[in-house]
C-alpha cells in the first residue's frame, strides 16, 4: 500500500484559480487512484468549496485553509516576499517548510513562487543560489528531463553540475528511469565546442566522481531525439529552447487542422485517422507533461502552467506526490555534498599533469 502523503495546494494561483486546481485533484484521483493522498488547499474556502461540490470530494480528500490574501500574476518578486505573508501561495509552502505536507503545487506567479520558496524554505546545499526549473519534454523515446528552462540566466560550470546532479535524481523519482543518461547542451558534440563553463563542467562531471551515466555534449535536435535521459544547460538557452519547441508544436498543430479541414475529402480521411491523430495531440499536449519542479531547494515545490487544465493541473499533482515519495532529497543531498567535496579540492586537468611530469 502507498504511504500516506499530504500535498500542499495554492488554490488561487493561475489563470483559473479553485476550478482548475480542485479539478486537478479530481483527474489525478480518476487517473491514478489517488490512494493514500490527501490535500491541503489554501484560498478562498467558498470558492474551493463550491468546486468541491461540482467535483464531488469531500473532507476525507480535501481539508480547505482560508485566506483573502493573493498574490497576483504580474506581482514582482519582491514584492510578493515583502507583501505576500498570509497570502495562499506563501501558506501553501509555509506547510512544507513546517513539515506538515510532503510537497507544494501552485500554478501561481512564477517569480514570486521561486522567491517565496527560497525564502521559505531555502536551498538544500552550501552555494546553491537558485532553484532550477526541469521541464518534462517529449521525444521519440518516451520522456527527457531538460534543465534549467528558465530560473538561472547564466550559469558557471559548478551550477551546471549541479543542474545534472538534480535532473538525474528527478528522472529516476518520477519517470522511473533506473540509471539515466546525462548530457550537456552544446553547439557541437566535440570537446573543444562550446565556452570555457560548459567545457569545465564536462570536465568535472567526467573526472570527479558523481557516479552519473554521463555520455558528453549533445546538441538541440537531440533532445527530441531522446539520445539521453537528461539535457542540461543554462535557463537562458533552455527556456529559448523550449518556448520554440512549444511554437513550432502550435504552428505543426495549426498546419495539421487547415490541412485536414480544407476539403470534404480532408475532413473524410481526418475523421478515419482519428484515433492516431488524437494520440500524436496527446503525445504533444503541454498539459499531458504539466509540472515543472523547481529543484535545488529544501523541499519540494511544483510549478503547474498558469493557464493549464484540470488534467494539466492533475499532471503536476502526480510529479509531487512521486517526488514527496522518492528518496529524491536524499540522493540529491548526498551528490552534492560530494560536488562540494570535488570543487573544494579539484580533480588535476591532464594538462596540469603534463606540467608536473616534466
Same mark, same amino acid.
Given at each position: =500500500?502507498?504511504s500516506?502523503?499530504?500535498?500542499?495546494?495554492?488554490?488561487?494561483?493561475?489563470?483559473?484559480?479553485p476550478s482548475?486546481?480542485?479539478?486537478g485533484?479530481?483527474d489525478?484521483?480518476a487517473?491514478?487512484?489517488?490512494?493514500g493522498?490527501?490535500?491541503?488547499l489554501?484560498?478562498?474556502?467558498?470558492?474551493?468549496?463550491?468546486?468541491?461540490a461540482?467535483c464531488?470530494?469531500?473532507?476525507?480528500v480535501c481539508e480547505?485553509?482560508?485566506?483573502?490574501?493573493?498574490?497576483? =500574476?504580474?506581482?514582482?518578486?519582491?514584492?510578493?516576499m515583502r507583501?505576500?505573508?498570509?497570502?495562499?501561495?506563501w501558506?501553501?509552502?509555509?506547510?512544507?517548510?513546517?513539515?506538515?505536507?510532503?510537497?507544494?503545487?501552485?500554478a501561481? *506567479?512564477?517569480?514570486?513562487?521561486m522567491?517565496?520558496?527560497?525564502?521559505?524554505?531555502?536551498?538544500? #546545499?552550501?552555494?546553491l543560489?537558485?532553484?532550477?526549473?526541469?521541464?518534462?519534454?517529449?521525444?521519440?523515446?518516451?520522456?527527457t528531463?531538460?534543465l534549467?528552462?528558465g530560473? *538561472?540566466?547564466?550559469?558557471d560550470?559548478?551550477?551546471?553540475?549541479?543542474?545534472?546532479?538534480?535532473?538525474e535524481?528527478?528522472?529516476?523519482?518520477?519517470?522511473?528511469?533506473?540509471?539515466?543518461?546525462?548530457?550537456?547542451?552544446n553547439?557541437?558534440?566535440?570537446d573543444?565546442?562550446?565556452?570555457?563553463?560548459?567545457?569545465? #563542467?564536462?570536465?568535472?562531471?567526467?573526472?570527479?566522481?558523481?557516479?552519473?551515466?554521463?555520455?558528453?555534449?549533445?546538441e538541440?535536435?537531440?533532445?527530441?531525439?531522446?539520445?539521453?535521459?537528461?539535457?542540461?544547460?543554462?535557463?537562458?538557452?533552455? *527556456?529559448?529552447?523550449?518556448?520554440?519547441?512549444?511554437?513550432?508544436?502550435?504552428?505543426?498543430g495549426?498546419?495539421m487542422?487547415?490541412?485536414l479541414?480544407?476539403?470534404l475529402?480532408?475532413?473524410?480521411g481526418?475523421?478515419?485517422?482519428?484515433?492516431?491523430?488524437k494520440?500524436?495531440?496527446a503525445?504533444?499536449?503541454? *498539459?499531458?507533461?504539466?509540472?515543472g519542479?523547481?529543484l535545488g531547494?529544501?523541499?519540494?515545490?511544483?510549478?503547474s502552467h498558469?493557464?493549464a487544465t484540470a488534467?494539466?493541473f492533475g499532471?503536476?499533482?502526480?510529479?509531487?506526490?512521486?517526488?514527496g515519495?522518492?528518496?529524491?532529497?536524499?540522493?540529491?543531498?548526498?551528490s552534492?555534498?560530494?560536488?562540494?567535496?570535488?570543487?573544494e579540492?579539484?580533480?588535476?586537468?591532464p #594538462?596540469a599533469? =603534463?606540467?608536473?611530469?616534466q
Open positions: =500500500m502507498p500516506p502523503i499530504l500535498i500542499s495546494l495554492d488554490a488561487m494561483g493561475g489563470d483559473h484559480g482548475v486546481v480542485v479539478g485533484v479530481r489525478y484521483r487517473r491514478h487512484g489517488g490512494e493522498v490527501r490535500f491541503l489554501h484560498g478562498d474556502e467558498a470558492a474551493i468549496r463550491a468546486e468541491m461540482k464531488g470530494l469531500g473532507e476525507d480547505v485553509r482560508h485566506t483573502d490574501k493573493v498574490v497576483a =500574476m504580474d506581482e514582482k518578486p519582491a514584492q510578493a507583501r505576500g505573508k498570509g497570502s495562499s501561495v501558506n501553501a509552502i509555509e506547510a512544507v517548510k513546517t513539515g506538515e505536507a510532503a510537497a507544494v503545487v501552485s501561481g *506567479n512564477t517569480g514570486a513562487l522567491a517565496i520558496s527560497k525564502l521559505l524554505l531555502r536551498m538544500s #546545499a552550501p552555494g543560489e537558485r532553484p532550477a526549473i526541469v521541464a518534462s519534454w517529449p521525444t521519440f523515446k518516451g520522456i528531463a531538460v534549467d528552462v530560473a *538561472n540566466v547564466e550559469s560550470a559548478a551550477q551546471l553540475v549541479e543542474f545534472a546532479i538534480m535532473g535524481a528527478f528522472m529516476a523519482a518520477v519517470h522511473g528511469v533506473d540509471k539515466p543518461t546525462v548530457g550537456l547542451l553547439v557541437g558534440s566535440e573543444m565546442k562550446g565556452h570555457e563553463e560548459v567545457r569545465e #563542467a564536462a570536465r568535472l562531471l567526467r573526472e570527479g566522481g558523481f557516479n552519473l551515466d554521463y555520455r558528453g555534449f549533445v538541440g535536435d537531440d533532445i527530441a531525439k531522446g539520445t539521453v535521459d537528461v539535457v542540461v544547460t543554462d535557463g537562458f538557452t533552455g *527556456n529559448i529552447a523550449l518556448k520554440t519547441a512549444e511554437g513550432v508544436a502550435k504552428f505543426i495549426t498546419l487542422k487547415e490541412a479541414t480544407s476539403s475529402m480532408a475532413k473524410a481526418a475523421a478515419l485517422a482519428y484515433p492516431a491523430l494520440a500524436m495531440s503525445k504533444i499536449d503541454p *498539459n499531458a507533461i504539466n509540472g519542479p523547481l531547494l529544501n523541499g519540494i515545490v511544483v510549478k498558469g493557464g488534467a494539466g499532471s503536476a499533482i502526480r510529479i509531487a506526490v512521486d517526488l515519495r522518492s528518496d529524491y532529497m536524499t540522493k540529491v543531498g548526498t552534492l555534498q560530494r560536488l562540494t567535496a570535488v570543487l579540492h579539484p580533480p588535476a586537468s #594538462a599533469d =603534463m606540467e608536473t611530469s
